[in-house]
């Protein structure tokens, strides 16, 4: 079975600085993609980040970027320059499941 | 384009009092599902649709009856409703059936509480 191992269940961080979500992953697939989910407390789930397994370039969004290490299988989130607004639940769901499942995730403090 | 679209936003139940939380998507897209959240669990699936007629169970599937008879609409009913089923629900969807290479788009949520 895929799964996924989202190691921190919480994190700080202060506002301005630099901080990396860790996501381990078991897959047994060589083709697939990952995706960093974030929940703010207004509960709307939005798409972060998303990134193909067979590109070797770290995905990057503005502010969110991804450590991509595909023989570790590892998917760490760097979000820079943080910001208030960053607090959140987040998601790293496992990759090539028919039935997409999302663990309990990484909730991350942001102090000003 | 509304996205995905969840009626009620919150809902109060007694034991045994049926009702169907309504999931509605104007992107026509193919996959469908609904996921409960409660505390320390993180999300579950409950049901999800490949397309329109085609339906099948999630991680968490008892006590919910899910039909998908239009491409748009994913209603799930809960028949019988029990104080565990008190929960924050979420609908998603995205475009194809391949849902695990694709961006899931989310309805804001359903409060229920069930007394």
């Known amino acids: 079975a895929q799964t996924v191992t989202q190691s921190q269940p919480e994190m700080s961080v202060q506002e301005a600085e630099t901080v990396t979500l860790s996501c381990t992953y078991d897959?047994?697939?060589?083709?697939?993609?990952l995706f960093w989910y974030k929940q703010p407390p207004s509960r709307q789930m939005i798409l972060v980040i998303r990134?193909?397994?067979?590109?070797?370039q770290n995905a990057t969004e503005n502010r969110f970027s991804v450590n991509f290490q595909k023989a570790a299988k590892s998917f760490s989130l760097k979000i820079s320059d943080s910001q208030l607004g960053d607090a959140a639940m987040y998601f790293c769901?496992?990759?090539?499941?028919?039935?997409?499942?999302f663990g309990t995730g990484t909730r991350l403090q942001v102090f000003p | 384009n509304a996205g995905v679209t969840q009626t009620p936003k919150f809902q109060v139940l007694k034991t045994g009092q049926s009702m169907t939380l309504q999931c509605a998507q104007d992107?026509?897209?193919?996959?469908m599902s609904w996921y409960r959240q409660d505390p320390g669990m993180g999300l579950r699936l409950i049901h999800y649709?490949?397309?329109?007629?085609?339906?099948d169970q999630g991680e968490v599937p008892n006590g919910y009856n899910v039909s998908r008879s239009t491409t748009e609409d994913f209603p799930l009913r809960l028949l019988s409703a029990a104080p565990s089923q008190t929960s924050v629900y979420f609908c998603?969807?995205?475009?194809?059936?391949?849902?695990?290479?694709?961006?899931?788009?989310f309805g804001s949520g359903t409060q229920l509480s069930v007394l």
């Open positions: 998603a969807s995205s475009y194809s059936g391949d849902r695990t290479n694709e961006k899931l788009f």
């Open positions: 897959t047994s697939e060589s083709d697939y993609y």
């Open positions: 990134q193909e397994a067979y590109k070797q």
């Open positions: 769901p496992p990759p090539n499941t028919d039935k997409l499942i």
């Open positions: 992107m026509n897209h193919e996959y």
């Open positions: 649709s490949v397309g329109a007629g085609i339906t």
